[in-house]
């Protein structure tokens, strides 16, 4: 009776847990997980400010690689590079196969002349999603446009 009623708790439970929705995070490695949907649209909006205030309320309660890779992005979209640096360097400490924060890290890197550095990060990433992934073709097409 017991095997049963377990089944189906599982079977009820199973069709829920998959109708939540899911957030906007770019590795999920715990169920702690800030929600960073308004992070997101504020940075979509091009609202650095608004995004950099609220990461910073969110780093000072959880120390996540995708807090301190988003703080590293918006703080490069204002031509902060030597902060962005150390936050995306901070994200990659914390968890150093975090693909996103590895493009931005090859973006930084380009965007500042720095091609040999962006190319290194564009074998982490092939070392990384050996088959392809979004992250690696996006600093590919960025070190193409980005010359030498």
Known sequence: MKHILLGLAIAVAAP??????????????????????GVRAKIAAKNYAGALAELRGLAQGSPQADIYNLMGFTLR?????????????????????HRAAREYLGEL??????MAHARQ??????????GGCEERDDLQRAIAAGGN
């Open 121 to 130: 990060q564009l074998t982490e990433l092939t070392r990384l999603c050996p």
């Open 16 to 37: 829920v847990a998959a109708a939540l929705p899911a957030h906007a995070v770019d590795n999920v490695e715990t169920t702690e997980a800030p929600d960073l949907t």
């Open 109 to 114: 890197y380009i965007e500042t002349g720095d």
């Open 77 to 97: 979209k204002t031509g902060d590079y030597r902060t962005s640096l150390t936050y995306y360097t901070k994200a990659l400490e914390l968890q150093p196969d």
